[in-house]
């Protein structure tokens, strides 16, 4: 049911994002800076949730390895 719920919510994430990145030409500069500076936490979530669904603990795993560097 994990992998599930993971692999859901990635591709929630991205299907929201994507419009949004398909019409990037018609925006100002501003509005696309602010488009990344909202949007680059979903993608991170959308990664880290398509890595948790492909292989449940290696987010984990990642974490407890960088905190012992």
Do not use: E, K
């Not at 994430?13 to 488009?35: K, Q």
């Not at 500076?37 to 492909?54: D, E, R």
Request: with cysteine; hydrophobic share 55%.
């Amino acid at each position: 049911m994990p992998r599930v719920m993971n692999l859901s919510l990635a591709a929630f994430f991205l299907a929201v994002l994507a419009p949004v990145v398909s019409t990037w030409g018609d925006r100002p500069t501003a509005v696309r800076v602010g488009i990344v500076l909202f949007g680059t936490p979903f993608l991170l979530v959308a990664v880290l949730c398509l890595m948790s669904a492909l292989r449940p603990g290696s987010v984990g795993r990642l974490f407890r390895r960088l905190r012992r560097r």
